[in-house]
């Protein structure tokens, strides 16, 4: 796809023709044995081979007429499209950057006010005060409480992979120690959530130092595959130490968070009766949307502030350049396990939170999917841009929530379509289209932490990796 | 030698990359307001010795003293906190950092203290860097960014410093701008210099002493005015080419 050319279209029409049929030929070869033939069981047991041409034809033909059109039409449009993006860089620089500034503070407005945007809307659309409360329970819940906690995970990653350049592959172990060290604590001691929201973050901090003192050594590929294996430990230790952790059934019952001592339980004592509204459960959500929205601006102001100090300079540092980094007095030890452990932290933060939100912990929520979402997230939202990484969250969460409620698809397909099972194909493809589309993440720049006269972005297409 | 003079003195050391022996029974030495320089061919094990100062890799056997202080055995950041500085092989500058703050980096020992002082020093000898302030560092020219592993090895007021091939890959007029630039802070702030080039006759013409490296020995050591006029420095470094 890498030719650029475009001065002879007649050729490039002939040339998209037999790229085409290529493609249609290959997909042919590959997809017939795959997607031509099924084996079904009949009703007597026998293995019956079925024929399935249709499809078959679908997925040649879109194999064939994709390839088509992206050889003849797409490619040539990106061609032009880049040529005249570099003519216009710097004007449009300009008015990218002006909208940028402004990105993150509309953001974060619209994200303190979306509760009461959903609810407002939604009681407008029932006509009722209360049909709204109950009507934004799922948006609030399965939307911005689930969005944010990743976001949450996925900025705590950012220090990690981010800044001080460590590639972890085992994020989710801390985010385990928080929920399982809130779960048990709570439910053991009957010790309150604000007490043990730090108290989990702690435990996690020093879990990553645990994690951080035998990887000392390694970068790159090596860390990636020990932090992996650290990830698996954690959890089988959930699943087999069953005296304490009850294995895979999990703890559940476990005590809700409170809002400085006021239960959110109904009756007498609870949030609702004092306030004297109508009972309702949107209340502890709502609650819940607000808790985790400040957790997660707690981990981005402390990044933001970090990054302007020693340590944070010294993690970016150290990503950069780690022999130049000690030559310079920097004391690489410490500097990475100060990473480990913030990174560490903020999962357990959020862990801590994930346990009082659901009531329930297994170690099923904990696998290593999760650490490879939370690491795809930040990879597409560019590596240490926190709006970017923001953005990532709330479109492959989001994204991933509202492929749930593709019921009208089985319109199109039949019933037999269940759009759930295509969820994760989808993530795939968009994060495909996305790194081919932005190789850096959807924010590639690096905002120098220092600046003499003015910011300036350091764009993208420098921003790679290794010595200039 | 005057032994006690000396700040840098490196004494019969022997460092291996696993088995392979790159450096045997080396001895130099640097004393205070010198400037000293270690020529020889590629592979010689300039880099290696210069890196086996600052420990990486750590020499096998032999002992390194900086200012009657042995460091052979101590961590990288505690010899560069001695200020002992360093533009290493390569640069190694922070490409994705700015100049600035790459020059932050170099100041990190004093926590910043000296900063604004002595990023003026560091502008007065390289004006360019001035100009470049809030670039990236990967975006200079090679001689930029020589510039600036030089200056930031500065920013760590340094008692000692380092310089590994600072014309490596430069044009002549860069390379004698800063060979210039590296004279007159010797002459002007007395700083101890010890300068690994391949550029011999350069090297030699800026600095008192020279050694010449073979093969991870140190063949020859003398005065530089004499080692520019030996037949055999001349006949393996000199002719044929003029830097």
């Given at each position: 796809m890498a030719d650029v050319q475009t001065s002879n279209p007649e050729s490039n029409f002939a040339k998209a023709v037999k790229e085409g049929l290529v493609a249609a030929a290959l997909a042919l070869g590959l997809f017939l044995l795959i997607v031509g033939f099924r084996t079904d069981q009949n009703i007597r047991n026998e293995?019956?081979?079925?024929?399935?041409?249709?499809?078959?034809?679908?997925?040649?033909?879109?194999?064939?007429?994709?390839?088509?059109?992206?050889?003849?039409?797409?490619?040539?449009?990106?061609?032009?499209?880049?040529?005249?993006?570099?003519?216009?860089?710097?004007?449009?620089?300009k008015e990218q950057s002006a909208f940028r500034k402004s990105f993150p503070k509309i953001g974060l407005a619209l994200l303190f006010v979306y509760p009461f945007l959903v609810i407002g809307t939604l009681a407008l659309y029932n006509g009722s005060m209360m049909g709204g409360l109950q009507g934004s329970l799922k948006y609030v819940d399965n939307f911005g409480i689930q969005i944010l906690i990743y976001v949450m995970l996925a900025w705590g990653l950012n220090i990690v992979i981010g800044l001080a350049g460590l590639l972890d592959l085992g994020y989710v172990a801390f985010y385990a120690v928080g929920a399982y060290s809130y779960a048990l604590l709570s439910s053991h001691f009957g010790l309150s959530f604000w007490l043990l929201l730090p108290m989990a973050g702690i435990f996690a901090a020093l879990w990553g130092i645990v994690l951080g003192f035998p990887v000392l050594?390694?970068?790159?590929?090596?860390l990636a595959i020990v932090t992996l294996a650290f990830g698996e430990i954690i959890r089988l230790v959930l699943i087999n130490w069953t005296v304490v952790t009850k294995g895979t059934f999990g703890i559940s019952g476990i005590a809700k968070a409170t809002l400085f001592g006021i239960p959110f339980t109904p009756g007498p004592g609870g949030f609702a009766n004092l306030l004297g509204l109508p009972n309702s459960g949107v209340y502890y959500k709502i609650f819940l949307y607000y808790l985790i929205l400040l957790l997660a601006l707690l981990t981005a102001w402390v990044t933001i502030r970090l990054r302007r100090m020693p340590i944070g300079r010294a993690w970016e540092a150290l990503r950069e350049d780690e022999i130049a980094c000690r030559s310079l007095g920097i004391n690489t030890t410490t500097t990475k396990l100060t990473a480990f452990a913030t990174g560490a932290m903020f999962g357990g933060f959020a862990g801590s939170f994930f346990a009082a939100r659901q009531g329930f912990v297994s170690p099923e929520s904990f696998v290593f999917l999760e650490s490879a979402i939370i690491l795809a997230i930040v990879v597409l939202g560019?590596?240490?841009?926190?709006?970017?990484?923001?953005?990532?969250?709330?479109?492959?969460?989001?994204?991933?929530?509202?492929l749930r409620e593709l019921e009208f698809l089985k319109h199109i397909f039949g019933n037999d379509f269940t759009p759930e099972l295509y969820r994760m194909l989808l993530f795939g493809l968009a994060m495909i289209v996305v790194m081919v589309w932005k190789p850096r993440g959807f924010v590639g720049n690096r905002e120098p932490s220092a600046f003499l006269h003015k910011r300036k972005l350091v764009s993208s297409e420098f921003t790679k990796e290794g010595h200039g | 030698m005057a032994e006690n003079k000396a700040l840098l003195s490196i004494e019969n050391v022997e460092t291996y990359y696993g088995n392979i022996r790159a450096l045997s029974g080396v001895t130099v030495h640097a004393d205070a307001g010198e400037i000293v320089t270690l020529i020889g061919a590629n592979g010689a094990g300039k880099s290696t010795l210069m890196m086996t100062i600052f420990g990486m890799p750590r020499a096998r056997s032999g002992r390194i003293m900086f200012d009657g202080k042995d460091i052979t055995q101590l961590p990288t950041h505690e010899i560069a906190r001695l200020r002992i500085a360093q533009s290493p092989e390569g640069r190694r500058i922070f490409p994705r950092m700015t100049v600035q703050e790459n020059l932050q980096m170099g100041a990190s020992l004093d926590k910043l203290e000296y900063f604004d002082e002595d990023v003026?020093?560091?502008?007065?000898?390289?004006?360019?860097?001035?100009?470049?302030?809030?670039?990236?560092?990967?975006?200079?020219s090679g001689g930029e960014q020589q510039m600036l592993a030089i200056g930031r090895a500065l920013m760590a007021r340094p008692r000692l410093l380092l310089l590994d091939e600072p014309s490596l890959g430069l044009a002549p007029l860069i390379i004698k701008h800063i060979f210039e630039a590296i004279k007159e802070l010797n002459k002007t702030t007395g700083l101890t210099v010890f300068l690994v080039e391949q550029n011999?006759?350069?090297a030699l013409k800026l600095a008192d002493r020279g050694y010449v490296m073979v093969n991870g020995i140190v063949t020859m050591s003398g005065a530089s005015k004499d080692l520019l006029a030996n037949p055999e420095?001349?006949?393996?470094?000199?002719?044929?080419g003029r830097h």
């Open positions: 293995l019956v081979l079925n024929q399935r041409w249709g499809l078959l034809a679908i997925f040649v033909l879109v194999a064939g007429i994709g390839r088509f059109l992206l050889t003849a039409y797409v490619t040539p449009w990106n061609a032009a499209r880049a040529l005249s993006k570099r003519t216009v860089a710097a004007k449009e620089a050594r390694l970068r790159g590929d090596y560019g590596m240490g841009s926190l709006v970017g990484i923001a953005i990532a969250a709330a479109v492959m969460i989001g994204g991933t929530e509202l | 003026r020093k560091v502008f007065d000898l390289f004006p360019r860097l001035k100009e470049r302030i809030n670039q990236r560092g990967g975006t200079l011999a006759f350069g420095v001349r006949a393996a470094y000199l002719e044929g």
